[in-house]
Each structure stands twice: as C-alpha cells, then as structure tokens.
Nanobody, 119 residues
C-alpha cells in the first residue's frame, strides 16, 4: 500500500485545516494508521493513531484540538485540526505504525504536507 498526505497550507493562529491521507488500496484490513509530524530542526513525532475499530490515541499537546478519523469505504484517513497554534507548524505525514511500537512505521516516508500556522 502507498499513502499520500494532502490538505496542508498556511493558516492563522486559531484556524482550522483538514488533512487527508489517501491509500492506494483498501484500508479495511489495516489495523493501526497514524499521523506524524516533523517541525523544523526537530525529530519526527507521532501525533495520533486510529485502529481499524476506531480507537484513537493522541500525543498530549494536540488532545482536544486535533481529531483523527478514517473512512474505510473511501480508503482515506483524516486529521481535523482546530485551534491551531504556531507550534503545530510542521510537515505532516501519514503512515502505518508497527504493531510493537507506534514510533516505528511500516512504509517509507512520503513527501508529507506542510502546515504553517502564523499570526
């Protein structure tokens, strides 16, 4: 499977964006899927994950502001981003976490989509 992230852009503080992650094939059989991000000068970090059953998990800094979801019928995962802050500025990637550690991923990293939050 290949995943392609899109939907990034420039947004003001407090604004919203919706990222999409389109898969090249049916994702129903994929257990966990996740969003990751890498800010300038920082290591890539896990932002959120969602299981095939819809169970979600978030890093503390985005809880209450970002919402991960998936539509198996459309082979697409989403990240709804609200109340954006400058520290959310990063390149956002989607990938499939390893079963034994969500910090490790199954696929090569794609190009990602840039999110820039400014005043």
């Amino acid at each position: 499977v290949q995943l392609q992230a899109s939907g990034g852009g420039l947004v003001q503080i407090g604004g919203s964006l919706r990222l999409s992650c389109a898969a090249s094939r049916n994702i129903k059989s994929i257990n966990d899927m996740g969003w990751y991000r890498q800010a300038p000068g920082k290591q890539r970090e896990l932002v959120a994950t969602i299981s095939s059953g819809g169970n979600t998990d978030y890093t503390d800094s985005v809880k209450g502001r970002l919402t991960i979801s998936r539509d198996n019928a459309k082979n697409t995962m989403y990240l709804q981003m609200n109340s954006l802050k400058p520290e959310d500025t990063a390149v956002y990637y989607c990938n499939i976490p390893m079963a034994w550690s969500k910090q490790w991923v199954s696929l090569p990293w794609g190009q990602g989509t840039q999110v820039t939050v400014s005043s």
